[in-house]
Nanobody
Framework: QVQLEESGGGLVQPGGSLRLGCAAS????????MGWYRQAPGKERELVAV???????NYADSVKGRFTISRDNAKNMVYLQMNSLKPEDTAVYYC???????????????WGQGTQVTVSS
């Protein structure tokens, strides 16, 4: 299995910035895509940003121009730089990784435990 560990959440004032990180660990795996989702109280989990192995990225419309996803493939890590944060960005942010396990190229879809991001004055 692939384990994901997130870091970097916290409390920030509106207009501030935070950087989330997520490290994937395990043995015998490759990563096709890593991304971030979030879930606010009373709402469904939603995509924030995803980075595929071909370096293509996709962002939710609500975060375009404010958030940037990046990956360090050598370290199996993904980051989310969040700028110009708004109260509506408040949520639990989850890291996600998808790929295959070896041997046998068995697909996996792993999630982190989540990290709280609160934007409030």
């Amino acid at each position: 299995q692939v384990q994901l560990e997130e870091s970097g959440g916290g409390l920030v004032q509106p207009g501030g910035s935070l950087r989330l990180g997520c490290a994937a660990s395990g043995s015998g795996f490759s990563i096709n895509a890593m991304g971030w989702y979030r879930q606010a109280p009373g709402k469904e989990r939603e995509l924030v940003a995803v980075s595929a192995s071909g370096r293509s990225t996709n962002y939710a419309d609500s975060v375009k121009g404010r958030f940037t996803i990046s990956r360090d493939n050598a370290k199996n890590m993904v980051y989310l730089q969040m700028n110009s944060l708004k109260p509506e960005d408040t949520a639990v942010y989850y890291c996600n990784a998808r790929g295959v396990l070896y041997p046998g190229t068995v697909p996996y879809d792993s999630w982190g435990q989540g990290t709280q991001v609160t934007v409030s004055s």
